[in-house]
Every structure is written in C-alpha cells, then in structure tokens.
C-alpha cells in the first residue's frame, strides 16, 4: 500500500468516527431542505422554481463546510506531532497534504451526490444533457479542491484546532448568505448590488445554474474558470508552502 | 465558615443561603471572564447572531416588508437574541467538558461551597450572557431602524425575554455536556439547532412555511420567545407567546434538571483523568 492510499484511509476512518463523512452527506441535505421549505415561497427567483435556483449554492456551501473541516483536520495533524512524525519517514512531503485533498475529493463527491439526489425530490434537473452534467461535476470539485487547499494552508499556519475552523465561519457565512445563490441581485438593497453580483460564490453558483438549465454564456463560464484557476494557484502555492515551513 | 459547614460523605460543605448567593455569583463571574476570552463562545455568542441579523435583514428585508408589510427587523432582532443564547449555550457546553478532564470541576467541588452552587452560577452566567448579547442585538437592531411602539420601556422584557429559554436550553446542554461523551452529544445537538435556526417565525412568518410544516415552526422553542419579543416590540399583546415560552422554559428546566445535578456530581466527583 503506498504512503498516500495509507494516509487517505487514516483520514477517513477518523472521519467516520467523528462523523464528518455523515456531516457531509447531512449538510447539503439541511442546507437545501430549509433554504427550500423556509425562504422558497418569500424569494421570488422569476420562472425558475426555487429548487433549481439554489441547489447551487447549497453545493457550494457544503464545499466551504467540507473546507472549514479540513482546516481543523490539518491544524491537529500540524499540532499532534504526527505531522512531525511523518517528516521523519521516507515519503514526499506533500504526501500527507495529498492524502488530506483526496479525503476532500471523496468527501466533495459524498456531498455533491448527497445534495442532488435530495433536490431532485423536490425537482431540480440536469436539462443540458451529459456534457453540462460533466462541466457541472467538474466546476464543483475544482471549487472544493481551491477552498480546502486554502482551508488547509490557514489550519497549517493558526497552530490552534477550535479557532480555525471558526475563523472560516463568518467568511463562509457573507459569501453564501450575500451571493445571488440565494436570492436574485434585486432582493438586495442597491448599493450591495456590486458585490452580491461580482463575489466568487455567485459567479460560480450563476454558472452551475446555467449549466443545470442547459444554458450559460461564455463570459460566465470564463469568469468561473479564472475564479476557480486563480484559487487553486494561489490556495495551492501557499499549501505547499505551509507544507514546507516547519521542516 | 466553622459554625455553618456541615461534614458528610467526607466532603465539607455549607448549607446557608448567603453562601449561596455569595457562591453563585462568585461561579458566574468566572464563567463570564473565561467566555469573554473563549473565541468558541465569543463568536457563537456575539459575532455569529450579529452577522446573521445584517445578513439577513440585507438579504430578506425586501421580500419580507413585500409579504407581510412590516419590516423584518421585528422578527430578525429577536430571532438573533435567541440564536446567540442557544448557540452561545452551545459554545459554553463545548467548554465543559475540558474544564471536566483538567480536573477543575472536582476542584471546586472539593471546597467547602453550598452544592447548588455550581449548578445555578452555570445558569447565573448563562443568563447574563444572554441579556447581554441581546442588548448589544437590540442596540444594532435599533440602529437599523427597530422602534419600540409603546415608548422605551418595553425595552428592558423585550432583553430578558431570551433569558427564559436560555436558561432552558442550558439546563439542557449541561446535562448532556457533562455526560462521559460529552463534546461529541453538544457538537451534535448543536447540528440540530441549526435546523431550528430555519424553521422559526422570526425570519420569515409562518404561514409562508408548506401547511404540514407550519404547526413545528410555530411550536418549535425559538418561536414563542421570538413571537413575544415582537409584540413588546409593536406593542401588541405577548401574554399568550410569553406563557408558550415560559412553559418551554419550565419543561426544559424540569426535563433535564435532575440529569444535570446528577450528571455534574458524577463529573466532579470522577471526572479527572
């Protein structure tokens, strides 16, 4: 068994203990059922039903929380002395932080499976065909990867295991709650209407829901690719870097 | 100390009232200077319900004033009150079981201190947060344009409306946060309240809820206190809302009271590893 398989299976048996596997099956299910039930008949979102408006941002909320975990994930193995422990053996240093990014890949896939399949209950659809689907599938992981490689580096940095991932939440909370995820730019008072509409989360979020209605415009797609390109370039330079630092 | 200590089960410890009250406050405003430095508690507490009030007042505030035509200030505010007690209760219970393991818990309980005292500093802390976090909410809210209809005086019930279920809930929290498995039972009772947190009157009425649902938004804890607050706020009746909260208040208290003294003794008196 090589040293990253070894390490992946480590992180998940510890996750299936502490339940984090079952908190991202959990998630997207709660965060789409009460977005639904509680604000879907104030929110008016035009001939879109509300299901297919916000199964997007629900995704991308459950990638942020699977982010806000990896960041006390990588801040316990950095303080436990198994971080250091590892450093000794004759395995790659980023071998560790591999084996917690493909945790985050199977744990974004456990959450992107999760939340759709309870939004088609409720009658989202996939209307564009495969290729859509693909893209679709590919924008969410690829955002997951650059918010848990940016999670990770800030939990490798803060030394402390309740702070980070609290630190992440308030952060979290604006972007979902202030995006067009959730409501349309014009539900917002006028002068947040710039940032509601330029932010990541609803750049992405306007996409995927293109995506999942079978259209989208080329400058929204372009516009996600840069977001989600720059974020793993930038969260993946200083990830490695924190991998680096104590050595 | 030597008149009134009274000696069994080889533990000295008082019996008078004053060293009760002396106690409690004493328990109180140790929890309280160790919360203001606990960013756990701090955020859960404060930081959290204060966003969530701009948040929400931003994102809603249109579509509520649309539906209902009253500002959604009036539901917001008290929500977030109620948010901060039971998320900053949480906080606190995530703290117990650490102060359990460090063995302060059964240090305290070795001093000669009236045995309630522990319990109803807890609940005395608890209590003050709560008021506390929901002045500065009620102070944010009123910069953002919540007026009292029937003059200032409403103010002060409408701060301490919170208080009840506050101290509710954490009867309830510490009965499950001093158990063995503590952190793991808040972390997930706290997964729970998140849903409580969407199915309230405060953000958006109830009857805007799908009808099978409508009867737990309106009977679920947050909601009577949050339905109270509003009235102190509009200057409408609160009597029934008020006495829905209160029942929730002795129910909770009266659920899990014995739980909580049985639990915290058996936590100080083995907790230490």
Redesign the interface.
Known sequence: MSALTALTLRTMSGTLRDADLLFAVLAPVGCFLGFTLALGNLIDTGRMTYPQYVLPVVLVQAMLFGAMTTADRAARDRLSGFGVRLRTLPIPVVTPLAARMLYCLIRAVVALVAGTAVASMFGFRMAGGLGYAVLFVTIVLAFAMAVCLGADALGSRIGSVESSSQLLLIPQLVLVLLSTGIAPAESFPAWLGPFVRYQPVSQVTETLRGLASGHFTGVGLAVTAAWCIALLALFGCLALRMQRRMR | MTTNTAVTEGLPYQRSLTAFARQSTLEAGRLLRRWRRD??VA?QAL??PT??LV??K???????LA?TGSDSLYGLVPMCAVVGAIFGTLGAGLALPAERESGLLTRLWVQPIHRASSLTGRLLAEAVRTAGSAVVLTAFGVALGLRFADGWAAALPFVLVPVMISVGVATAVIAIAVRADGR?MVT?LG?GC??L???NTG??PAE???SW?QPAVRLQPMSPTIEAMRGLAEGRPVLWPLLQAGIWAVGLVAVFAPAAVRGYRTAAETGCR
Request: no cysteine; glycine share 4%; aromatic share 22%.
């Open positions: 960013p756990i955020v930081l959290f966003f969530l948040i929400y931003l994102l809603i505030g249109k579509a509520v539906v793991a997930w997964a998140v849903a947190l969407f199915f953000v958006a805007v809820f799908p649902l």
